[in-house]
């Protein structure tokens, strides 16, 4: 994962106090998009809270913050303490973020080849029967007929 070259983070750092005295919650207290970082999101949370909790102008010291983190592949966390995470909590973490691609990708995948079914009823003419038999392996009868508008 760290060493893909596409793989791309982006964060949100929010103070809640802050938000409640009037700054709103529309404004997050710091972020950033495009980043590239060699590592997990939670690391990259945990590494921008301690940034943060280190460096943040005076109105803010002191004050609970949490960052949001995401990748462009699906993984995300909500982080609120900086602690760097021990061997086992790193190695759930690493498993939860692929867990997170894997669902993206997979959920990817099923409208593509929902797309691909419907472009075949509608461009290819085939019919809902033979495309439901063709894709039996991979989605149900029911759900692939479903899947396909008219008779």
Known sequence: MANDPDLEFSYELRV???ANA????EKPASSEEG?????????????????????CPKRYRGLPAYVEVRNNLGACAE?????????LVAALE???EASQMADLASDMR????TDLMRDCRKWGGYSKNN?????????????????????
């Open 35 to 55: 980043l590239k970082w060699d590592g997990t999101v939670h690391d990259l949370g945990r590494t921008v809270l301690a940034v943060w909790q280190r460096e």
């Open 110 to 113: 099923r409208q593509e080849l």
């Open 131 to 151: 495309i439901a038999h063709r894709v039996r392996k991979v989605m149900s009868r029911p759900t692939a007929l479903k899947a396909m508008p008219g008779k």
């Open 79 to 87: 982080i609120d303490d900086p602690t760097p995470a021990g061997e």
């Open 94 to 96: 690493v498993a939860i």
């Open 22 to 25: 009037g700054e709103g919650w």
């Open 16 to 18: 809640p106090a802050a």
